[in-house]
Each structure stands twice: as structure tokens, then as C-alpha cells.
């Protein structure tokens, strides 16, 4: 009986302290081979995850062409829910091929809030984001490079805000949107949640790209749906057109202040980190 007591208080009695936060500036990070592991991991993910989804939605256009499929041109071809698979699945599946390398980011947006939140060096967050950047360029590129002639017809895959809705409007759903998905990634890839149950860090792509994949649903209609500032470069880079530059400000800041919410809202809010930090200074006067 005493045993059965004993393995159950040692089965329970899990301790957990918060990892130390990231450095801000860490000058032997540059050093390691890690890093630069990492880097490229990201770079290869974003420039498949790119790749993939924008061909995606050319090749949907293209079979809902009425002048190309005919009268049941809108029966072809994907629809609006099989684009919001391909982004969401690409972005579980590239997130568990990199999660243990790089930690998975794939989208700007996703390093800032990590950033913020102490998770990762500035120096590792930004060879990230230029990172994260390229491939997404490269990644278009490749689609362009194999399918040239729809690629222009068909608008390049890029973000623009949809008619009918304003600068807000699209601001607004940006801003949501990357707080649903930065959210999630903190709340998946917590450690205290992994360190009380031993599948989190398993399953915690599947929420991520769920989250990528619902975002999608919303917000296709709007403004194609970015939530990643890198998916919103790379296909204005490669198509190079006037209103997807004009519009590209609202794919930068929408998603930087959605993870910025989201960072604050996990780490002071859920993790009450505004409250243990006010205990400890309390407890030391």
C-alpha cells in the first residue's frame, strides 16, 4: 500500500520551473552550428510552404476559369476550402519536420511574438525573419518559373484587401487573424503544458495548422488571408503589381500587432506573469 502511496505521490508531484528567458543579444549564439541549422530549416519550410500553397491557388483560378472549363467552371478546381487545407496542412506538416531544428516558426509574425515574449534572441529572430522572407520569395519564384503563363493570368497568389472592404476592415481581420495563430502557438508549445502531459509537444502542430486552416475560412474573403508577413512578400516581390504594394503595409502591421497581443496576453494574462512579477516584487520589500 505504502509503495502504490509512493508511486502515486511521485506519479503527481511534478515540479516545473519556467525555463530563464532568452537572451536579447547573444554573440556566441552566432558561433554554433545551430543556428544556422535552424536558419535554413526555416528558409527550406517557408520556401515549400510558399511554394505549395500559391501553386494551389493558381491551379484552383485556373480550373474555375469559366472561359477555360466552361458553363461548370465553379465545380472545378479546389474551392475556397481546399486552399484553406493546403495552407493549414502545409503549415502542420512544416511544423512538425521542424519543430525540433528551428522550433518551427515559418512566419515572421510567429518569431516577433516569440521574440517578445523572451522565447529567442533578436539576433536569432531576425536571421529568421530574413530567413522566412527568402524562401517565401524563392518559394513564388518556383511557381512562376514552372507555371509562367498562369502565374500572370491568375494574379500571382498574392494578398490585396477585396473590394467592398476598407483599409480597417482589412487591418482588423489581420490583426485577428495572427492573434488566433500566435495564440495558439503559445498555448501548444507551452512547456508547462508539455511538462504535465507528454503528448503536447507531439500534437502541437495539429492546433497550429487547424489555426492556419480556420484563420483561412474567415478571412480569404477579405483579403486572402496573410497572418504571415513573409507569405504577403514573397508574391508581391515575384508578381510586382501596384495595388499589392500598395496594400502590403496592411500584411506587415496587422500580423506584428496580432502576435504582439497574443505574446502579451499568453505570458501576463494566462501564465500571469504581470501578477507572479508584482508577488516577487512585493516579497523583497
Known amino acids: ?123 536569432r529572430a531576425l536571421l529568421y525573419m530574413i530567413a522566412q522572407c527568402l524562401g517565401a520569395i524563392c518559394g513564388v519564384g518556383l511557381v512562376k518559373a514552372f507555371q509562367k503563363a498562369y502565374y500572370n493570368r491568375y494574379g500571382g497568389g498574392v494578398n490585396e484587401l477585396s473590394s467592398g472592404y476598407s483599409k480597417g476592415t482589412g487591418l482588423a481581420a489581420e490583426i485577428i487573424g495572427t492573434f488566433v495563430l500566435v495564440y495558439t502557438v503559445f498555448s501548444a508549445t507551452d512547456p508547462k503544458r508539455s511538462a504535465r502531459d507528454s503528448h503536447v ?21 477579405i483579403t486572402g488571408t496573410g497572418i504571415n508577413p513573409a507569405r504577403s512578400l514573397g508574391p508581391a516581390v515575384i508578381y510586382n503589381n501596384d495595388k499589392a504594394w500598395d496594400d502590403q503595409w496592411i500584411f506587415w502591421v496587422g500580423p506584428f500587432i496580432g502576435a504582439a497581443i497574443a505574446a502579451a496576453y499568453h505570458q501576463y494574462i494566462l501564465r500571469a506573469g504581470a501578477i507572479k512579477a508584482l508577488g516577487s516584487f512585493r516579497s523583497n520589500a
Open 1 to 123: 500500500m505504502r509503495k502504490d502511496m509512493e508511486a502515486g505521490a511521485e506519479f503527481t508531484a511534478k515540479d516545473y520551473t519556467d525555463p530563464p528567458p532568452a537572451p536579447l543579444v547573444d554573440a556566441e549564439e552566432l558561433t554554433k552550428w545551430s543556428l544556422y541549422r535552424a536558419v535554413i530549416a526555416e528558409f527550406i519550410a517557408t520556401l515549400l510552404f510558399l511554394y505549395i500553397t500559391v501553386a494551389t491557388v493558381i491551379g484552383y483560378k485556373h480550373q474555375s476559369d469559366p472561359n477555360v472549363s466552361g458553363p461548370d467552371a465553379a465545380c472545378n478546381g479546389v474551392g475556397i476550402l481546399g486552399i484553406a487545407w493546403a495552407f493549414g496542412g502545409m503549415i502542420f506538416v512544416l511544423v512538425y519536420c521542424t519543430a525540433g531544428i528551428s522550433g518551427g516558426h515559418i512566419n515572421p509574425a510567429v518569431t516577433f511574438g516569440l521574440l517578445l515574449a523572451r522565447k529567442v534572441s533578436l539576433i
Open 201 to 221: 509537444p507531439v500534437l502541437a502542430p495539429l492546433p497550429i495548422g487547424f489555426a492556419v486552416f480556420m484563420v483561412h475560412l474567415a478571412t480569404i474573403p
